[in-house]
């Protein structure tokens, strides 16, 4: 938990609240397409009190680092190789699938008629 509440107080050093004033024309002359939809479809600042849209994205990634970091380092191996058997045998399922589709003609071009 104090990784996150770190996390979070780097996140709101970061944060800008400064508002652009765009009624100048010394500093902003001329108007761009799109730019100003896109300005005004962006919505203020986020408090500190919400979290960003990317974090409940993450969740289970940072959920397995946790899992993997608490575990000892004969689980970790065990867990290693655990993921090397499913991916050795993802490969003998995607081999025998190719070659299944290789009999049933499936992979071949489409002849050109003439």
């Not at 780097?10 to 609240?17: A, H, I, R, V």
């Not at 479809?41 to 899992?67: F, H, R, T, V």
């Amino acid at each position: 938990m104090s990784t996150n509440t770190s996390s979070n107080g780097e996140l709101e050093q970061l944060l800008s609240y400064e508002k652009l004033d765009r009624a100048s024309p010394d500093l902003w002359p001329e108007q761009m397409s799109g730019v100003s939809d896109f300005m005004s479809s962006l919505k203020s600042p986020m408090s500190p009190n919400s979290p960003p849209k990317w974090a409940g994205e993450a969740e289970d990634d940072i959920n397995m680092l946790q899992e993997f970091g608490s575990l000892t380092t004969a689980g970790l191996m065990e867990k290693i190789r655990d993921l090397q058997n499913l991916a050795y045998q993802l490969g003998l399922d995607e081999s025998r699938e190719m070659t299944r589709g290789k009999f049933l003609n499936i992979l071949d071009k489409p002849k050109p008629k003439h």
